[in-house]
């Protein structure tokens, strides 16, 4: 019995250790296990490269104010940091655009000015150029005169919610309410005048249902000329 638990103990002894392999090739060696490679991944806090639409400098004021706002989007969008933000949107200027900006970097080199390097900078600058000072009071004009017409309950909406954001206007919801009211056709506004409501969305809604209930869409906007 004391035989066999030498012998047992010897063969402990003799296993290879976690960390070593046994050769195929050669029986009676051992070789260390080569050690594991981690790969470490690095992480990358580039911002990532975008490409924002197009501008090509036309004198048309709602083609501008459109660019503008999808610019102002995709930095919203992909975080972009204030030092990228004239380099990105520089390079989207083609043709008139293009030609613009170089006369602009030339003329405030030669004049001794800093150069445009923050975007409400540039901004300002294309709204000058792009925007004329008579252009707020022909959509403040425009949205007083606003009616719904041919248009349908909800085309009427996004019409009146687009110049008072291109004027920007900021209001209390019921002013911005008996604005909408004021500009629909009569049909539609008399059948909701006293039915319960709880915001402009609601209203739109209850609106929109008066709509397709009265006539169908292209019989009303035959009545409506």
């Known amino acids: 019995m004391v035989h066999s638990s030498v012998h047992e103990e010897e063969w402990h002894h003799t296993q290879p250790p976690s960390?070593?392999?046994?050769?195929?090739?050669?029986?009676?060696?051992?070789?260390?296990?080569?050690?594991?490679?981690?790969?470490?991944?690095?992480?990358s806090n580039r911002e990532?490269?975008?490409?924002?639409p197009p501008f090509h400098?036309?004198?048309?004021?709602?083609?501008?104010?459109?660019?503008?706002?999808?610019?102002?989007?995709?930095?919203?969008?992909?975080?972009?940091?204030?030092?990228?933000?004239?380099?990105?949107?520089?390079?989207?200027?083609?043709?008139?655009?293009?030609?613009?900006?170089?006369?602009?970097?030339k003329e405030r080199?030669?004049?001794?000015?800093?150069?445009?390097?923050?975007?409400?900078e540039l901004r300002s600058a294309l709204r000058r150029r792009h925007i004329p000072p008579y252009y707020d009071r022909e959509l403040i004009d425009k949205l007083q005169r606003l009616k719904q017409g041919l248009s349908s309950v909800e085309e009427y909406r996004q019409s009146m919610e687009l110049l008072m954001m291109?004027?920007?206007?900021?209001?209390?919801?019921?002013?911005?309410?008996?604005?909408?009211?004021?500009?629909?056709n009569l049909e539609i506004r008399d059948k909701v005048e006293l039915l319960p409501y709880r915001d402009l969305n609601e209203l739109v809604q209850l609106f929109s249902r008066v709509e397709h209930q009265l006539l169908p869409y292209s019989t009303w906007k035959a009545l409506a000329i």
């Open 109 to 120: 080199r030669i004049n001794h000015e800093p150069p445009i390097q923050y975007w409400n």
């Open 57 to 105: 400098g036309k004198d048309n004021v709602e083609n501008y104010l459109d660019w503008e706002m999808k610019v102002e989007q995709f930095f919203s969008c992909h975080g972009v940091s204030e030092d990228r933000k004239v380099s990105l949107a520089t390079l989207s200027f083609q043709g008139h655009a293009m030609y613009w900006w170089t006369s602009l970097e």
């Open 48 to 52: 990532p490269n975008i490409t924002l």
């Open 19 to 43: 960390d070593i392999f046994y050769s195929s090739h050669h029986n009676d060696d051992y070789y260390q296990r080569p050690p594991r490679q981690h790969r470490h991944r690095e992480s």
């Open 166 to 184: 291109r004027v920007g206007i900021k209001e209390e919801e019921r002013t911005t309410i008996s604005r909408f009211q004021s500009g629909l």
